[in-house]
């Protein structure tokens, strides 16, 4: 098999690390694998370096930031192909330039345009293992580009595309997706199989081992992820197309494969407002200029053509909402602004609850058994979210977690 | 002005002293002139890499320690252009590939192969202020490559003829080029102007200011170097061409330029042994394969088909030639081997000697007339190298000084 395999920062972040990462990639090559590598910069390292850009200058280039922390990961290519060599295994690290990485110009957060795997697939059929930078690539000018937030999952599986691998092996520091959190349900599974539509789901709902843009990228060409443990050589979690999950021949699968929550939010409710056209822009423009992410949002119908609005943001953002939702209610003379940030969101998901019905209903039911009083709702296609009162979370997981059949025997 | 500007790791070895290197290059645009900047990494920088790689193998590859330590002018260029952005000038980071620079493929101790210098001319004419990273370029397979020892002020020299700059000033920490050692002779003169001759002699002898890599480039393509200070303002010293060196209409310039000396030196002597063909190499080869620098050799005539040979080697590598030699004389059955590490070197250095006969004499006389012995000589065509006890050393430095003319007023 031909595999990609991406380590993340704490996988390369001291020697004694790297030497550990090395121990994983030889491990793979005496299987017969051939492999080819991306790393993340040494733990820190970026941090590090954007610190002393802003000590000189409070709003740095990007052009010239790129350049700074894209050498983080050109160290730790170059430490682990060392490592690697040491060992007697012909390895060569690569930056994202060299590995034919080329991006659009949109510094601190470019996107990959294209990969040309050429040359790294010549070094992979010598039998050679490419140690490439991940995060980082160059424009059409030959600018160093970086990627963002997830850019070495994106990295890795882009470049698992572009030299046809089997698929790609991310490794983390957890051993896999489960069921829900073990912390709150110790009766929680690993998931084996999971379809990337439910990992992004899974991935938007805080889940942080994998990077929403790296599994669109691998849906949109079918490769197989593997998110596995860096420190324990157990199975993890294949990330695969729906038809693929089904693995164990049973005629039917579960209709949901996890239960998925946060804590951090909070509720805000401007009340009172003129039900006119263009309401919910007026109201969700200011909001959004302040970079400020709206998730579930509600709108009640209409009464004597005033509304309510209501709608969660992360609790960080909390007072700063609160404070534009003071100011706008008074502009559009609103009757009241209220806000609550003591609650909680709650989803079920699962391809599964495509073809079945009635899945929102047995959900309401289970919590309304335990007495939890549902605020909001919002679903989509293959999940089911709830906003309740923080303190009936570890309930309502637990619940909902044995409901539909997830604990484990 | 078109000018080059070469920044050391102490220049950029901190925040602070990035902000005043930015100074240094605002205060040259201020002037009208067009700059182009080369910098080392921070100080200690390419050693914390170099550390962490010799930590995890002894022997690392050259490909991969270049790549890993390329890193480090990077980091220093990209976060000099933030500082110069940040007063508003428009300053954009290069690294040697980048920049053009293009060397053969021996890591580590690469040498230039050209330097394509249309992309930063056009940069430079564009009024920018391009930052390049010294010691790196690319080979022509795109790999990473470093220059070696010395390798900034080659970069510099290198970009400075590929821009077609009018001068190249190297920033360090010493003023100038004096006429000798002022911690020895408190009237030593900073020279204004040397030629490239005497410059590579001056570095031969320990003057560590220059590499002697970069004055035989400049002196071939004829570019004039301003070594001078990056702490002080002042006037540095001016390296130009010998018909340049003469500006003060004065119809002789003096005899001599300056005075250097070496005390790291021992003195090894090998007698008796047969008088063959060959025999120098015989005596010579083992040292070379050691990695030892000879360098004064002197043989004496041979006396009954036996003679003897003397040379010199770095006090540090004393002890192991000495064991080289013993071994080498016994198996020769040579007569005896002889040591000395309380020698010193002082030589003279002046391209006017050129054409005044009779210089040797004069240093001979003035040494003679304070009873210092010579033990050993050599000279060039614009040097005269003695080799004394070193409890004279300051002596005859301060001696010869003044008896050529040297002292200021």
């Given at each position: ?114 990969v040309d795997g050429r040359h790294l697939r010549a070094h ?175 709108q009640n119908v209409s009464e004597q053509g005033y509304t ?52 929102a209903k047995d959900m309401f039911d289970v919590l309304a ?41």
């Amino acid at each position: 098999m031909r595999i990609v395999q991406k380590f993340g920062g704490t996988s390369v972040g001291s020697l004694q690390r790297i030497a550990h990462t090395a121990d994983i990639v030889q491990a793979e090559l005496k299987r017969g694998n051939q492999i080819a590598v991306v790393v993340s910069a040494m733990s820190g390292e970026t941090n590090r370096l954007i610190a002393m850009a802003h000590e000189l200058c409070t709003m740095p280039a990007a052009r010239e930031l790129d350049a700074l922390v894209a050498t983080g990961e050109q160290v730790s290519a170059a430490l682990l192909a060392i490592e690697l060599q040491q060992r007697g295994i012909a390895a060569y690290s690569h930056s994202g330039g060299q590995a034919g990485f080329v991006t659009d110009s949109r510094h601190v957060r470019a996107r990959i345009k294209n990969v040309d795997g050429r040359h790294l697939r010549a070094h992979l059929e010598a039998g050679e293992v490419p140690v490439v930078t991940g995060f980082q690539g160059v424009d059409e000018l030959g600018n160093i580009t970086t990627l963002g937030r997830g850019g070495s999952d994106t990295s890795a599986v882009a470049l698992a595309i572009a030299v046809d691998a089997d698929m790609c092996d991310i490794y983390t520091d957890v051993d896999g997706i489960y069921t829900t959190d073990p912390r709150i349900v110790p009766r929680a599974r690993k998931i084996e199989r999971i379809a990337y539509e439910e990992m992004l789901e899974f991935a938007s709902l805080g889940a942080k081992v994998l990077q929403t843009r790296s599994v669109e990228l691998a849906m949109r060409y079918n490769m197989p992820l593997h998110l596995r443990s860096s420190f324990e050589p157990v199975t993890g979690t294949m990330v695969v197309q729906e038809d693929d999950v089904q693995e164990d021949n049973s005629m039917e699968r579960a209709t949901i494969s996890g239960v998925a929550y946060n804590r951090d939010e909070a509720k805000i409710t401007i009340m009172g407002i003129p039900d006119q056209p263009g309401i919910a822009a007026k109201v969700f423009g200011p909001v959004a200029e302040s970079g400020i992410n709206v998730d579930v949002i509600v709108q009640n119908v209409s009464e004597q053509g005033y509304t309510d609005i209501t709608f969660t943001v992360p609790t960080g953002d909390y007072q700063q909402t609160m404070e534009i939702m003071r100011r706008l209610c008074e502009q559009m003379h609103g009757r009241h602004v209220k806000g609550d940030d003591s609650i909680a969101k709650v989803s079920v998901i699962g391809v599964g609850m495509r073809s079945h019905a009635g899945v929102a209903k047995d959900m309401f039911d289970v919590l309304a058994q335990e007495g939890v009083n549902i605020q909001m709702i919002t679903t989509s296609e293959i999940k089911i979210t709830v906003v309740i009162e923080e303190k009936y979370i570890e309930l309502a997981v637990r619940t909902l977690h044995s409901a539909f059949g997830l604990d484990s025997e």
